[in-house]
């Protein structure tokens, strides 16, 4: 798929791996809208690049994902691609009593049925143009969980089944191209307390591995090393989860 010149949305797009997604795309000749929660984060990233604007957005609330939509209508109707990057996580083990009912459904809401919210929302905008793609970025963690992010990793194995059955829908009668990125532990803000500073990869490289992975089209993008786990998972599922709680990388 062709990733220049096009209208770009991503989610979670202040910082991290968003932020960088950002950078890259908006050196292409996009057209990049970045929206978050954190305004002033949002404003210091459009600030830093260029072609690049932003709307602090919920995407968890109803009421401002159809703000969103009429944002788009009215000023980005030619958008192409929406990239689902925003994420909420909370470290913590079940066995702690520390009400895991209230942060898995708040990581839920965010992580998993937000992105099905906004996707329906903005798909009649997709499907009007000659190419258009989702991006849904999932994680290592959809292989196989890590013990201290339990119901985070439980939101991107449901994000990964619902991009399956979503790239087999559109691909039967539309243009709109589903692809899935799979990172690894990334070095965030948002991963600092499970090590990310320390262990994670940068998130440029992410960023890099996505825009190749869409010019190559491939559908599932593996970045470093997501596939050779997926390939351990698959041939020994107990030692693949063994290994990756003693290293939690995610």
Partial sequence: MNIA??????TGGGSGIGFETA????????R????????????????????????????????????????????FSELSVVINNAA????????????AFDKASQEMLTNYLSVIRLNET???VLKKQPEAAIVNVTSLVSIAPVTVIPTYSDTKAALHSYTLALRH?????????????LPPLVNTDFSK????????????????ALLQGITEDLEEIY????????????????????????????
Avoid: C, M, W
């Avoid at 559109?170 to 692809?179: E, Q």
């Fill in 32 to 75: 990049i809208l970045i929206i978050g929660r954190d305004g002033g984060k949002l404003a210091r990233a459009a600030a830093a690049l260029n072609n690049v604007s932003y709307l602090a957005i919920d995407i968890t609330r109803q009421n401002e994902v159809d703000g969103l939509h009429k944002e788009i209508l009215s000023r």
């Fill in 223 to 250: 970045v470093g090393q997501t596939k050779d786990f997926r390939t351990l998972y698959l041939s020994d599922p107990k030692t693949a989860f063994q290994t990756l709680n003693q290293t939690q990388v995610a």
């Fill in 193 to 208: 307390e499970i090590g990310g500073e320390a262990n994670g990869i940068p998130a440029a490289d992410v960023a890099k």
């Fill in 5 to 10: 010149n096009k209208t770009v949305l991503i």
């Fill in 169 to 181: 829908e559109l691909g039967k009668d539309t243009a709109v191209k589903v692809f899935e990125l």
């Fill in 122 to 124: 903005l798909l009649p």
């Fill in 88 to 99: 909420a996580s909370f470290v913590y083990a079940h066995a702690d009593g520390v009400n």
């Fill in 23 to 30: 950078k890259l795309l908006s050196e292409k000749g996009n």
